[in-house]
């Protein structure tokens, strides 16, 4: 039911296109939103929110009408608790250093965290003294919730902040952000989100999950690089601290004292991503007209795919549950003979079928199992087709057995 939309994107119309497996890193764009963006620069190529002339005009209405339609894609009180932001680690970064901590301050992490969820815990810590502690997983990288409730028994009335990534970038395994949002709620403490991952792949109510925050990335939602955003409860967000302060962030200004704008324009300083924010407004447009349930499992159906193919291969082992519901459209693999570097440049030299290799921004779960080789990661999304998935199986299948 998805090949359709393999015609609205323009990487995915030449005559022999690439298999595209890294949707997990950013994903492919489709000419409306590619329009979008040419159509900012060519017809209303103005600044949004300051001047009155149209092509301003136009863009802050645009800007405007984006806003709402995030807000009402993730089922916001408030088209003014989305800020826009240049990706996901800036959101987290705004929410980390734009509260106020105490020393000795807990804030609860787990073990397979992006980078983007744990550097600034850790600079917090360094810098501010507060007390970052991460919830062991399961041995298969599920989320242990009994371990995690005993994080937050054990922190007591220090504990401030819980921040999880929705669905791991690693591994694809999603955490039952509800569950434990509910538990840190018990213990008096803030719940943030990291939604990059979940997002582009299924519906995201941040009022059912019962969260603070929550951090997306535009450019892993079919949206322009350069963009992504966060979404607060207006009651924190008006107290807290902007951390790009400047134009647009103030009412007015004197030699001495200032007045803060309201959100969403105090965290959104100096002259915006006009064009990202219109591309983003056209991305939300075609994911919102997607069923992101069926877009679920078809990833699903595909990882099914791989994983058959792979799980019994020798010198090659699949990160997390065997099982491809609990991982979504991600099969990350371990290669115990091979370097993965090579493996992904052999498949996109050979086949044209591009994944990613490397630590995927996960360093400290490598290093705590003493991992230095890094993975191999294949990620789906709704226009990939059970023929790609089978080429970059098999393709692997014979390059592991040709170099171990």
């Known amino acids: 039911m998805f090949s359709k939309y393999r015609s609205d994107f323009p990487t995915l119309n030449r005559e022999k296109p690439p298999v595209y497996l890294d949707n997990a890193c950013m994903t492919l764009r489709p000419y409306p ?53 240049k990706n996901a680690t800036h959101s987290l970064n705004q929410v980390a250093k734009g509260l106020s901590w105490e020393k000795g301050d807990v804030i609860l992490t787990t073990d397979r965290e992006h980078n983007s969820n744990l550097v600034p815990w850790l600079q917090l810590e360094e810098e501010q003294g507060v007390d970052h502690r991460v919830v062991k997983s399961n041995e298969d990288n599920t989320f242990n919730i009994e371990a995690f409730e005993d994080a937050c028994a054990s922190a007591g009335d220090k504990l401030k902040m819980v921040s999880l990534s929705h669905v791991g970038n690693l591994d694809g395994i999603a955490v039952p952000v509800k569950e434990a949002a509910r538990i840190a709620k018990d213990h008096g403490a803030m719940v943030c989100v990291d939604g990059a991952q979940s997002t582009p792949h299924m519906k ?11 951090a997306f990335s535009i450019h892993k939602m079919m949206g322009p690089s350069g963009m992504g955003g966060l979404w607060g409860r207006m009651e924190l967000l008006e107290n807290m601290r902007s ?14 004292s200032l007045e803060w704008s309201k959100p969403p324009a105090k965290f959104e300083g100096g002259l915006g991503n006009y064009a990202g924010i ?7 447009d075609y994911i919102s007209n997607i069923d992101l349930n069926a877009v679920h499992e078809h990833e699903i159906s595909l990882n099914r795919i791989m994983t058959s193919k792979l799980k019994d291969v020798d010198g090659i082992s699949i990160i997390g549950p065997e099982d491809p519901s609990k991982r979504g459209g991600i099969c990350g693999l371990l ?37 230095d080789r890094g993975s191999l990661r294949a990620s789906a999304y709704l226009y990939n087709t059970e023929e790609e998935v089978k080429l970059f199986a098999d393709t692997l299948v014979e390059a592991v057995d040709a170099l171990s």
């Open 278 to 284: 219109l591309g983003t407004s056209a991305a939300i």
């Open 204 to 214: 995201v109510d941040v009022q059912d999950l019962g969260v603070d925050f929550m």
């Open 243 to 256: 951390i790009q302060s400047g134009g647009s962030t103030v009412e007015t200004s004197h030699y001495d």
């Open 33 to 85: 939103v590619i329009e979008a963006i040419r159509s900012y620069y060519e017809d209303s190529p103005g600044c949004g929110g300051r001047s009155v002339h149209r092509y301003a005009t136009i863009v802050s209405r645009k800007m405007s009408e984006c806003r709402k339609k995030i807000s009402e894609l993730f089922n916001a009180n408030n088209s003014n608790e989305i800020i826009f932001t």
């Open 335 to 371: 290669m115990e003979k091979v370097d993965a570097h090579d493996i992904a440049i052999l498949l996109d030299e050979a086949v044209d079928v591009m994944v990613r290799s490397g630590m995927h921004c996960v360093h400290s779960w490598f290093n705590s199992k003493g991992i």
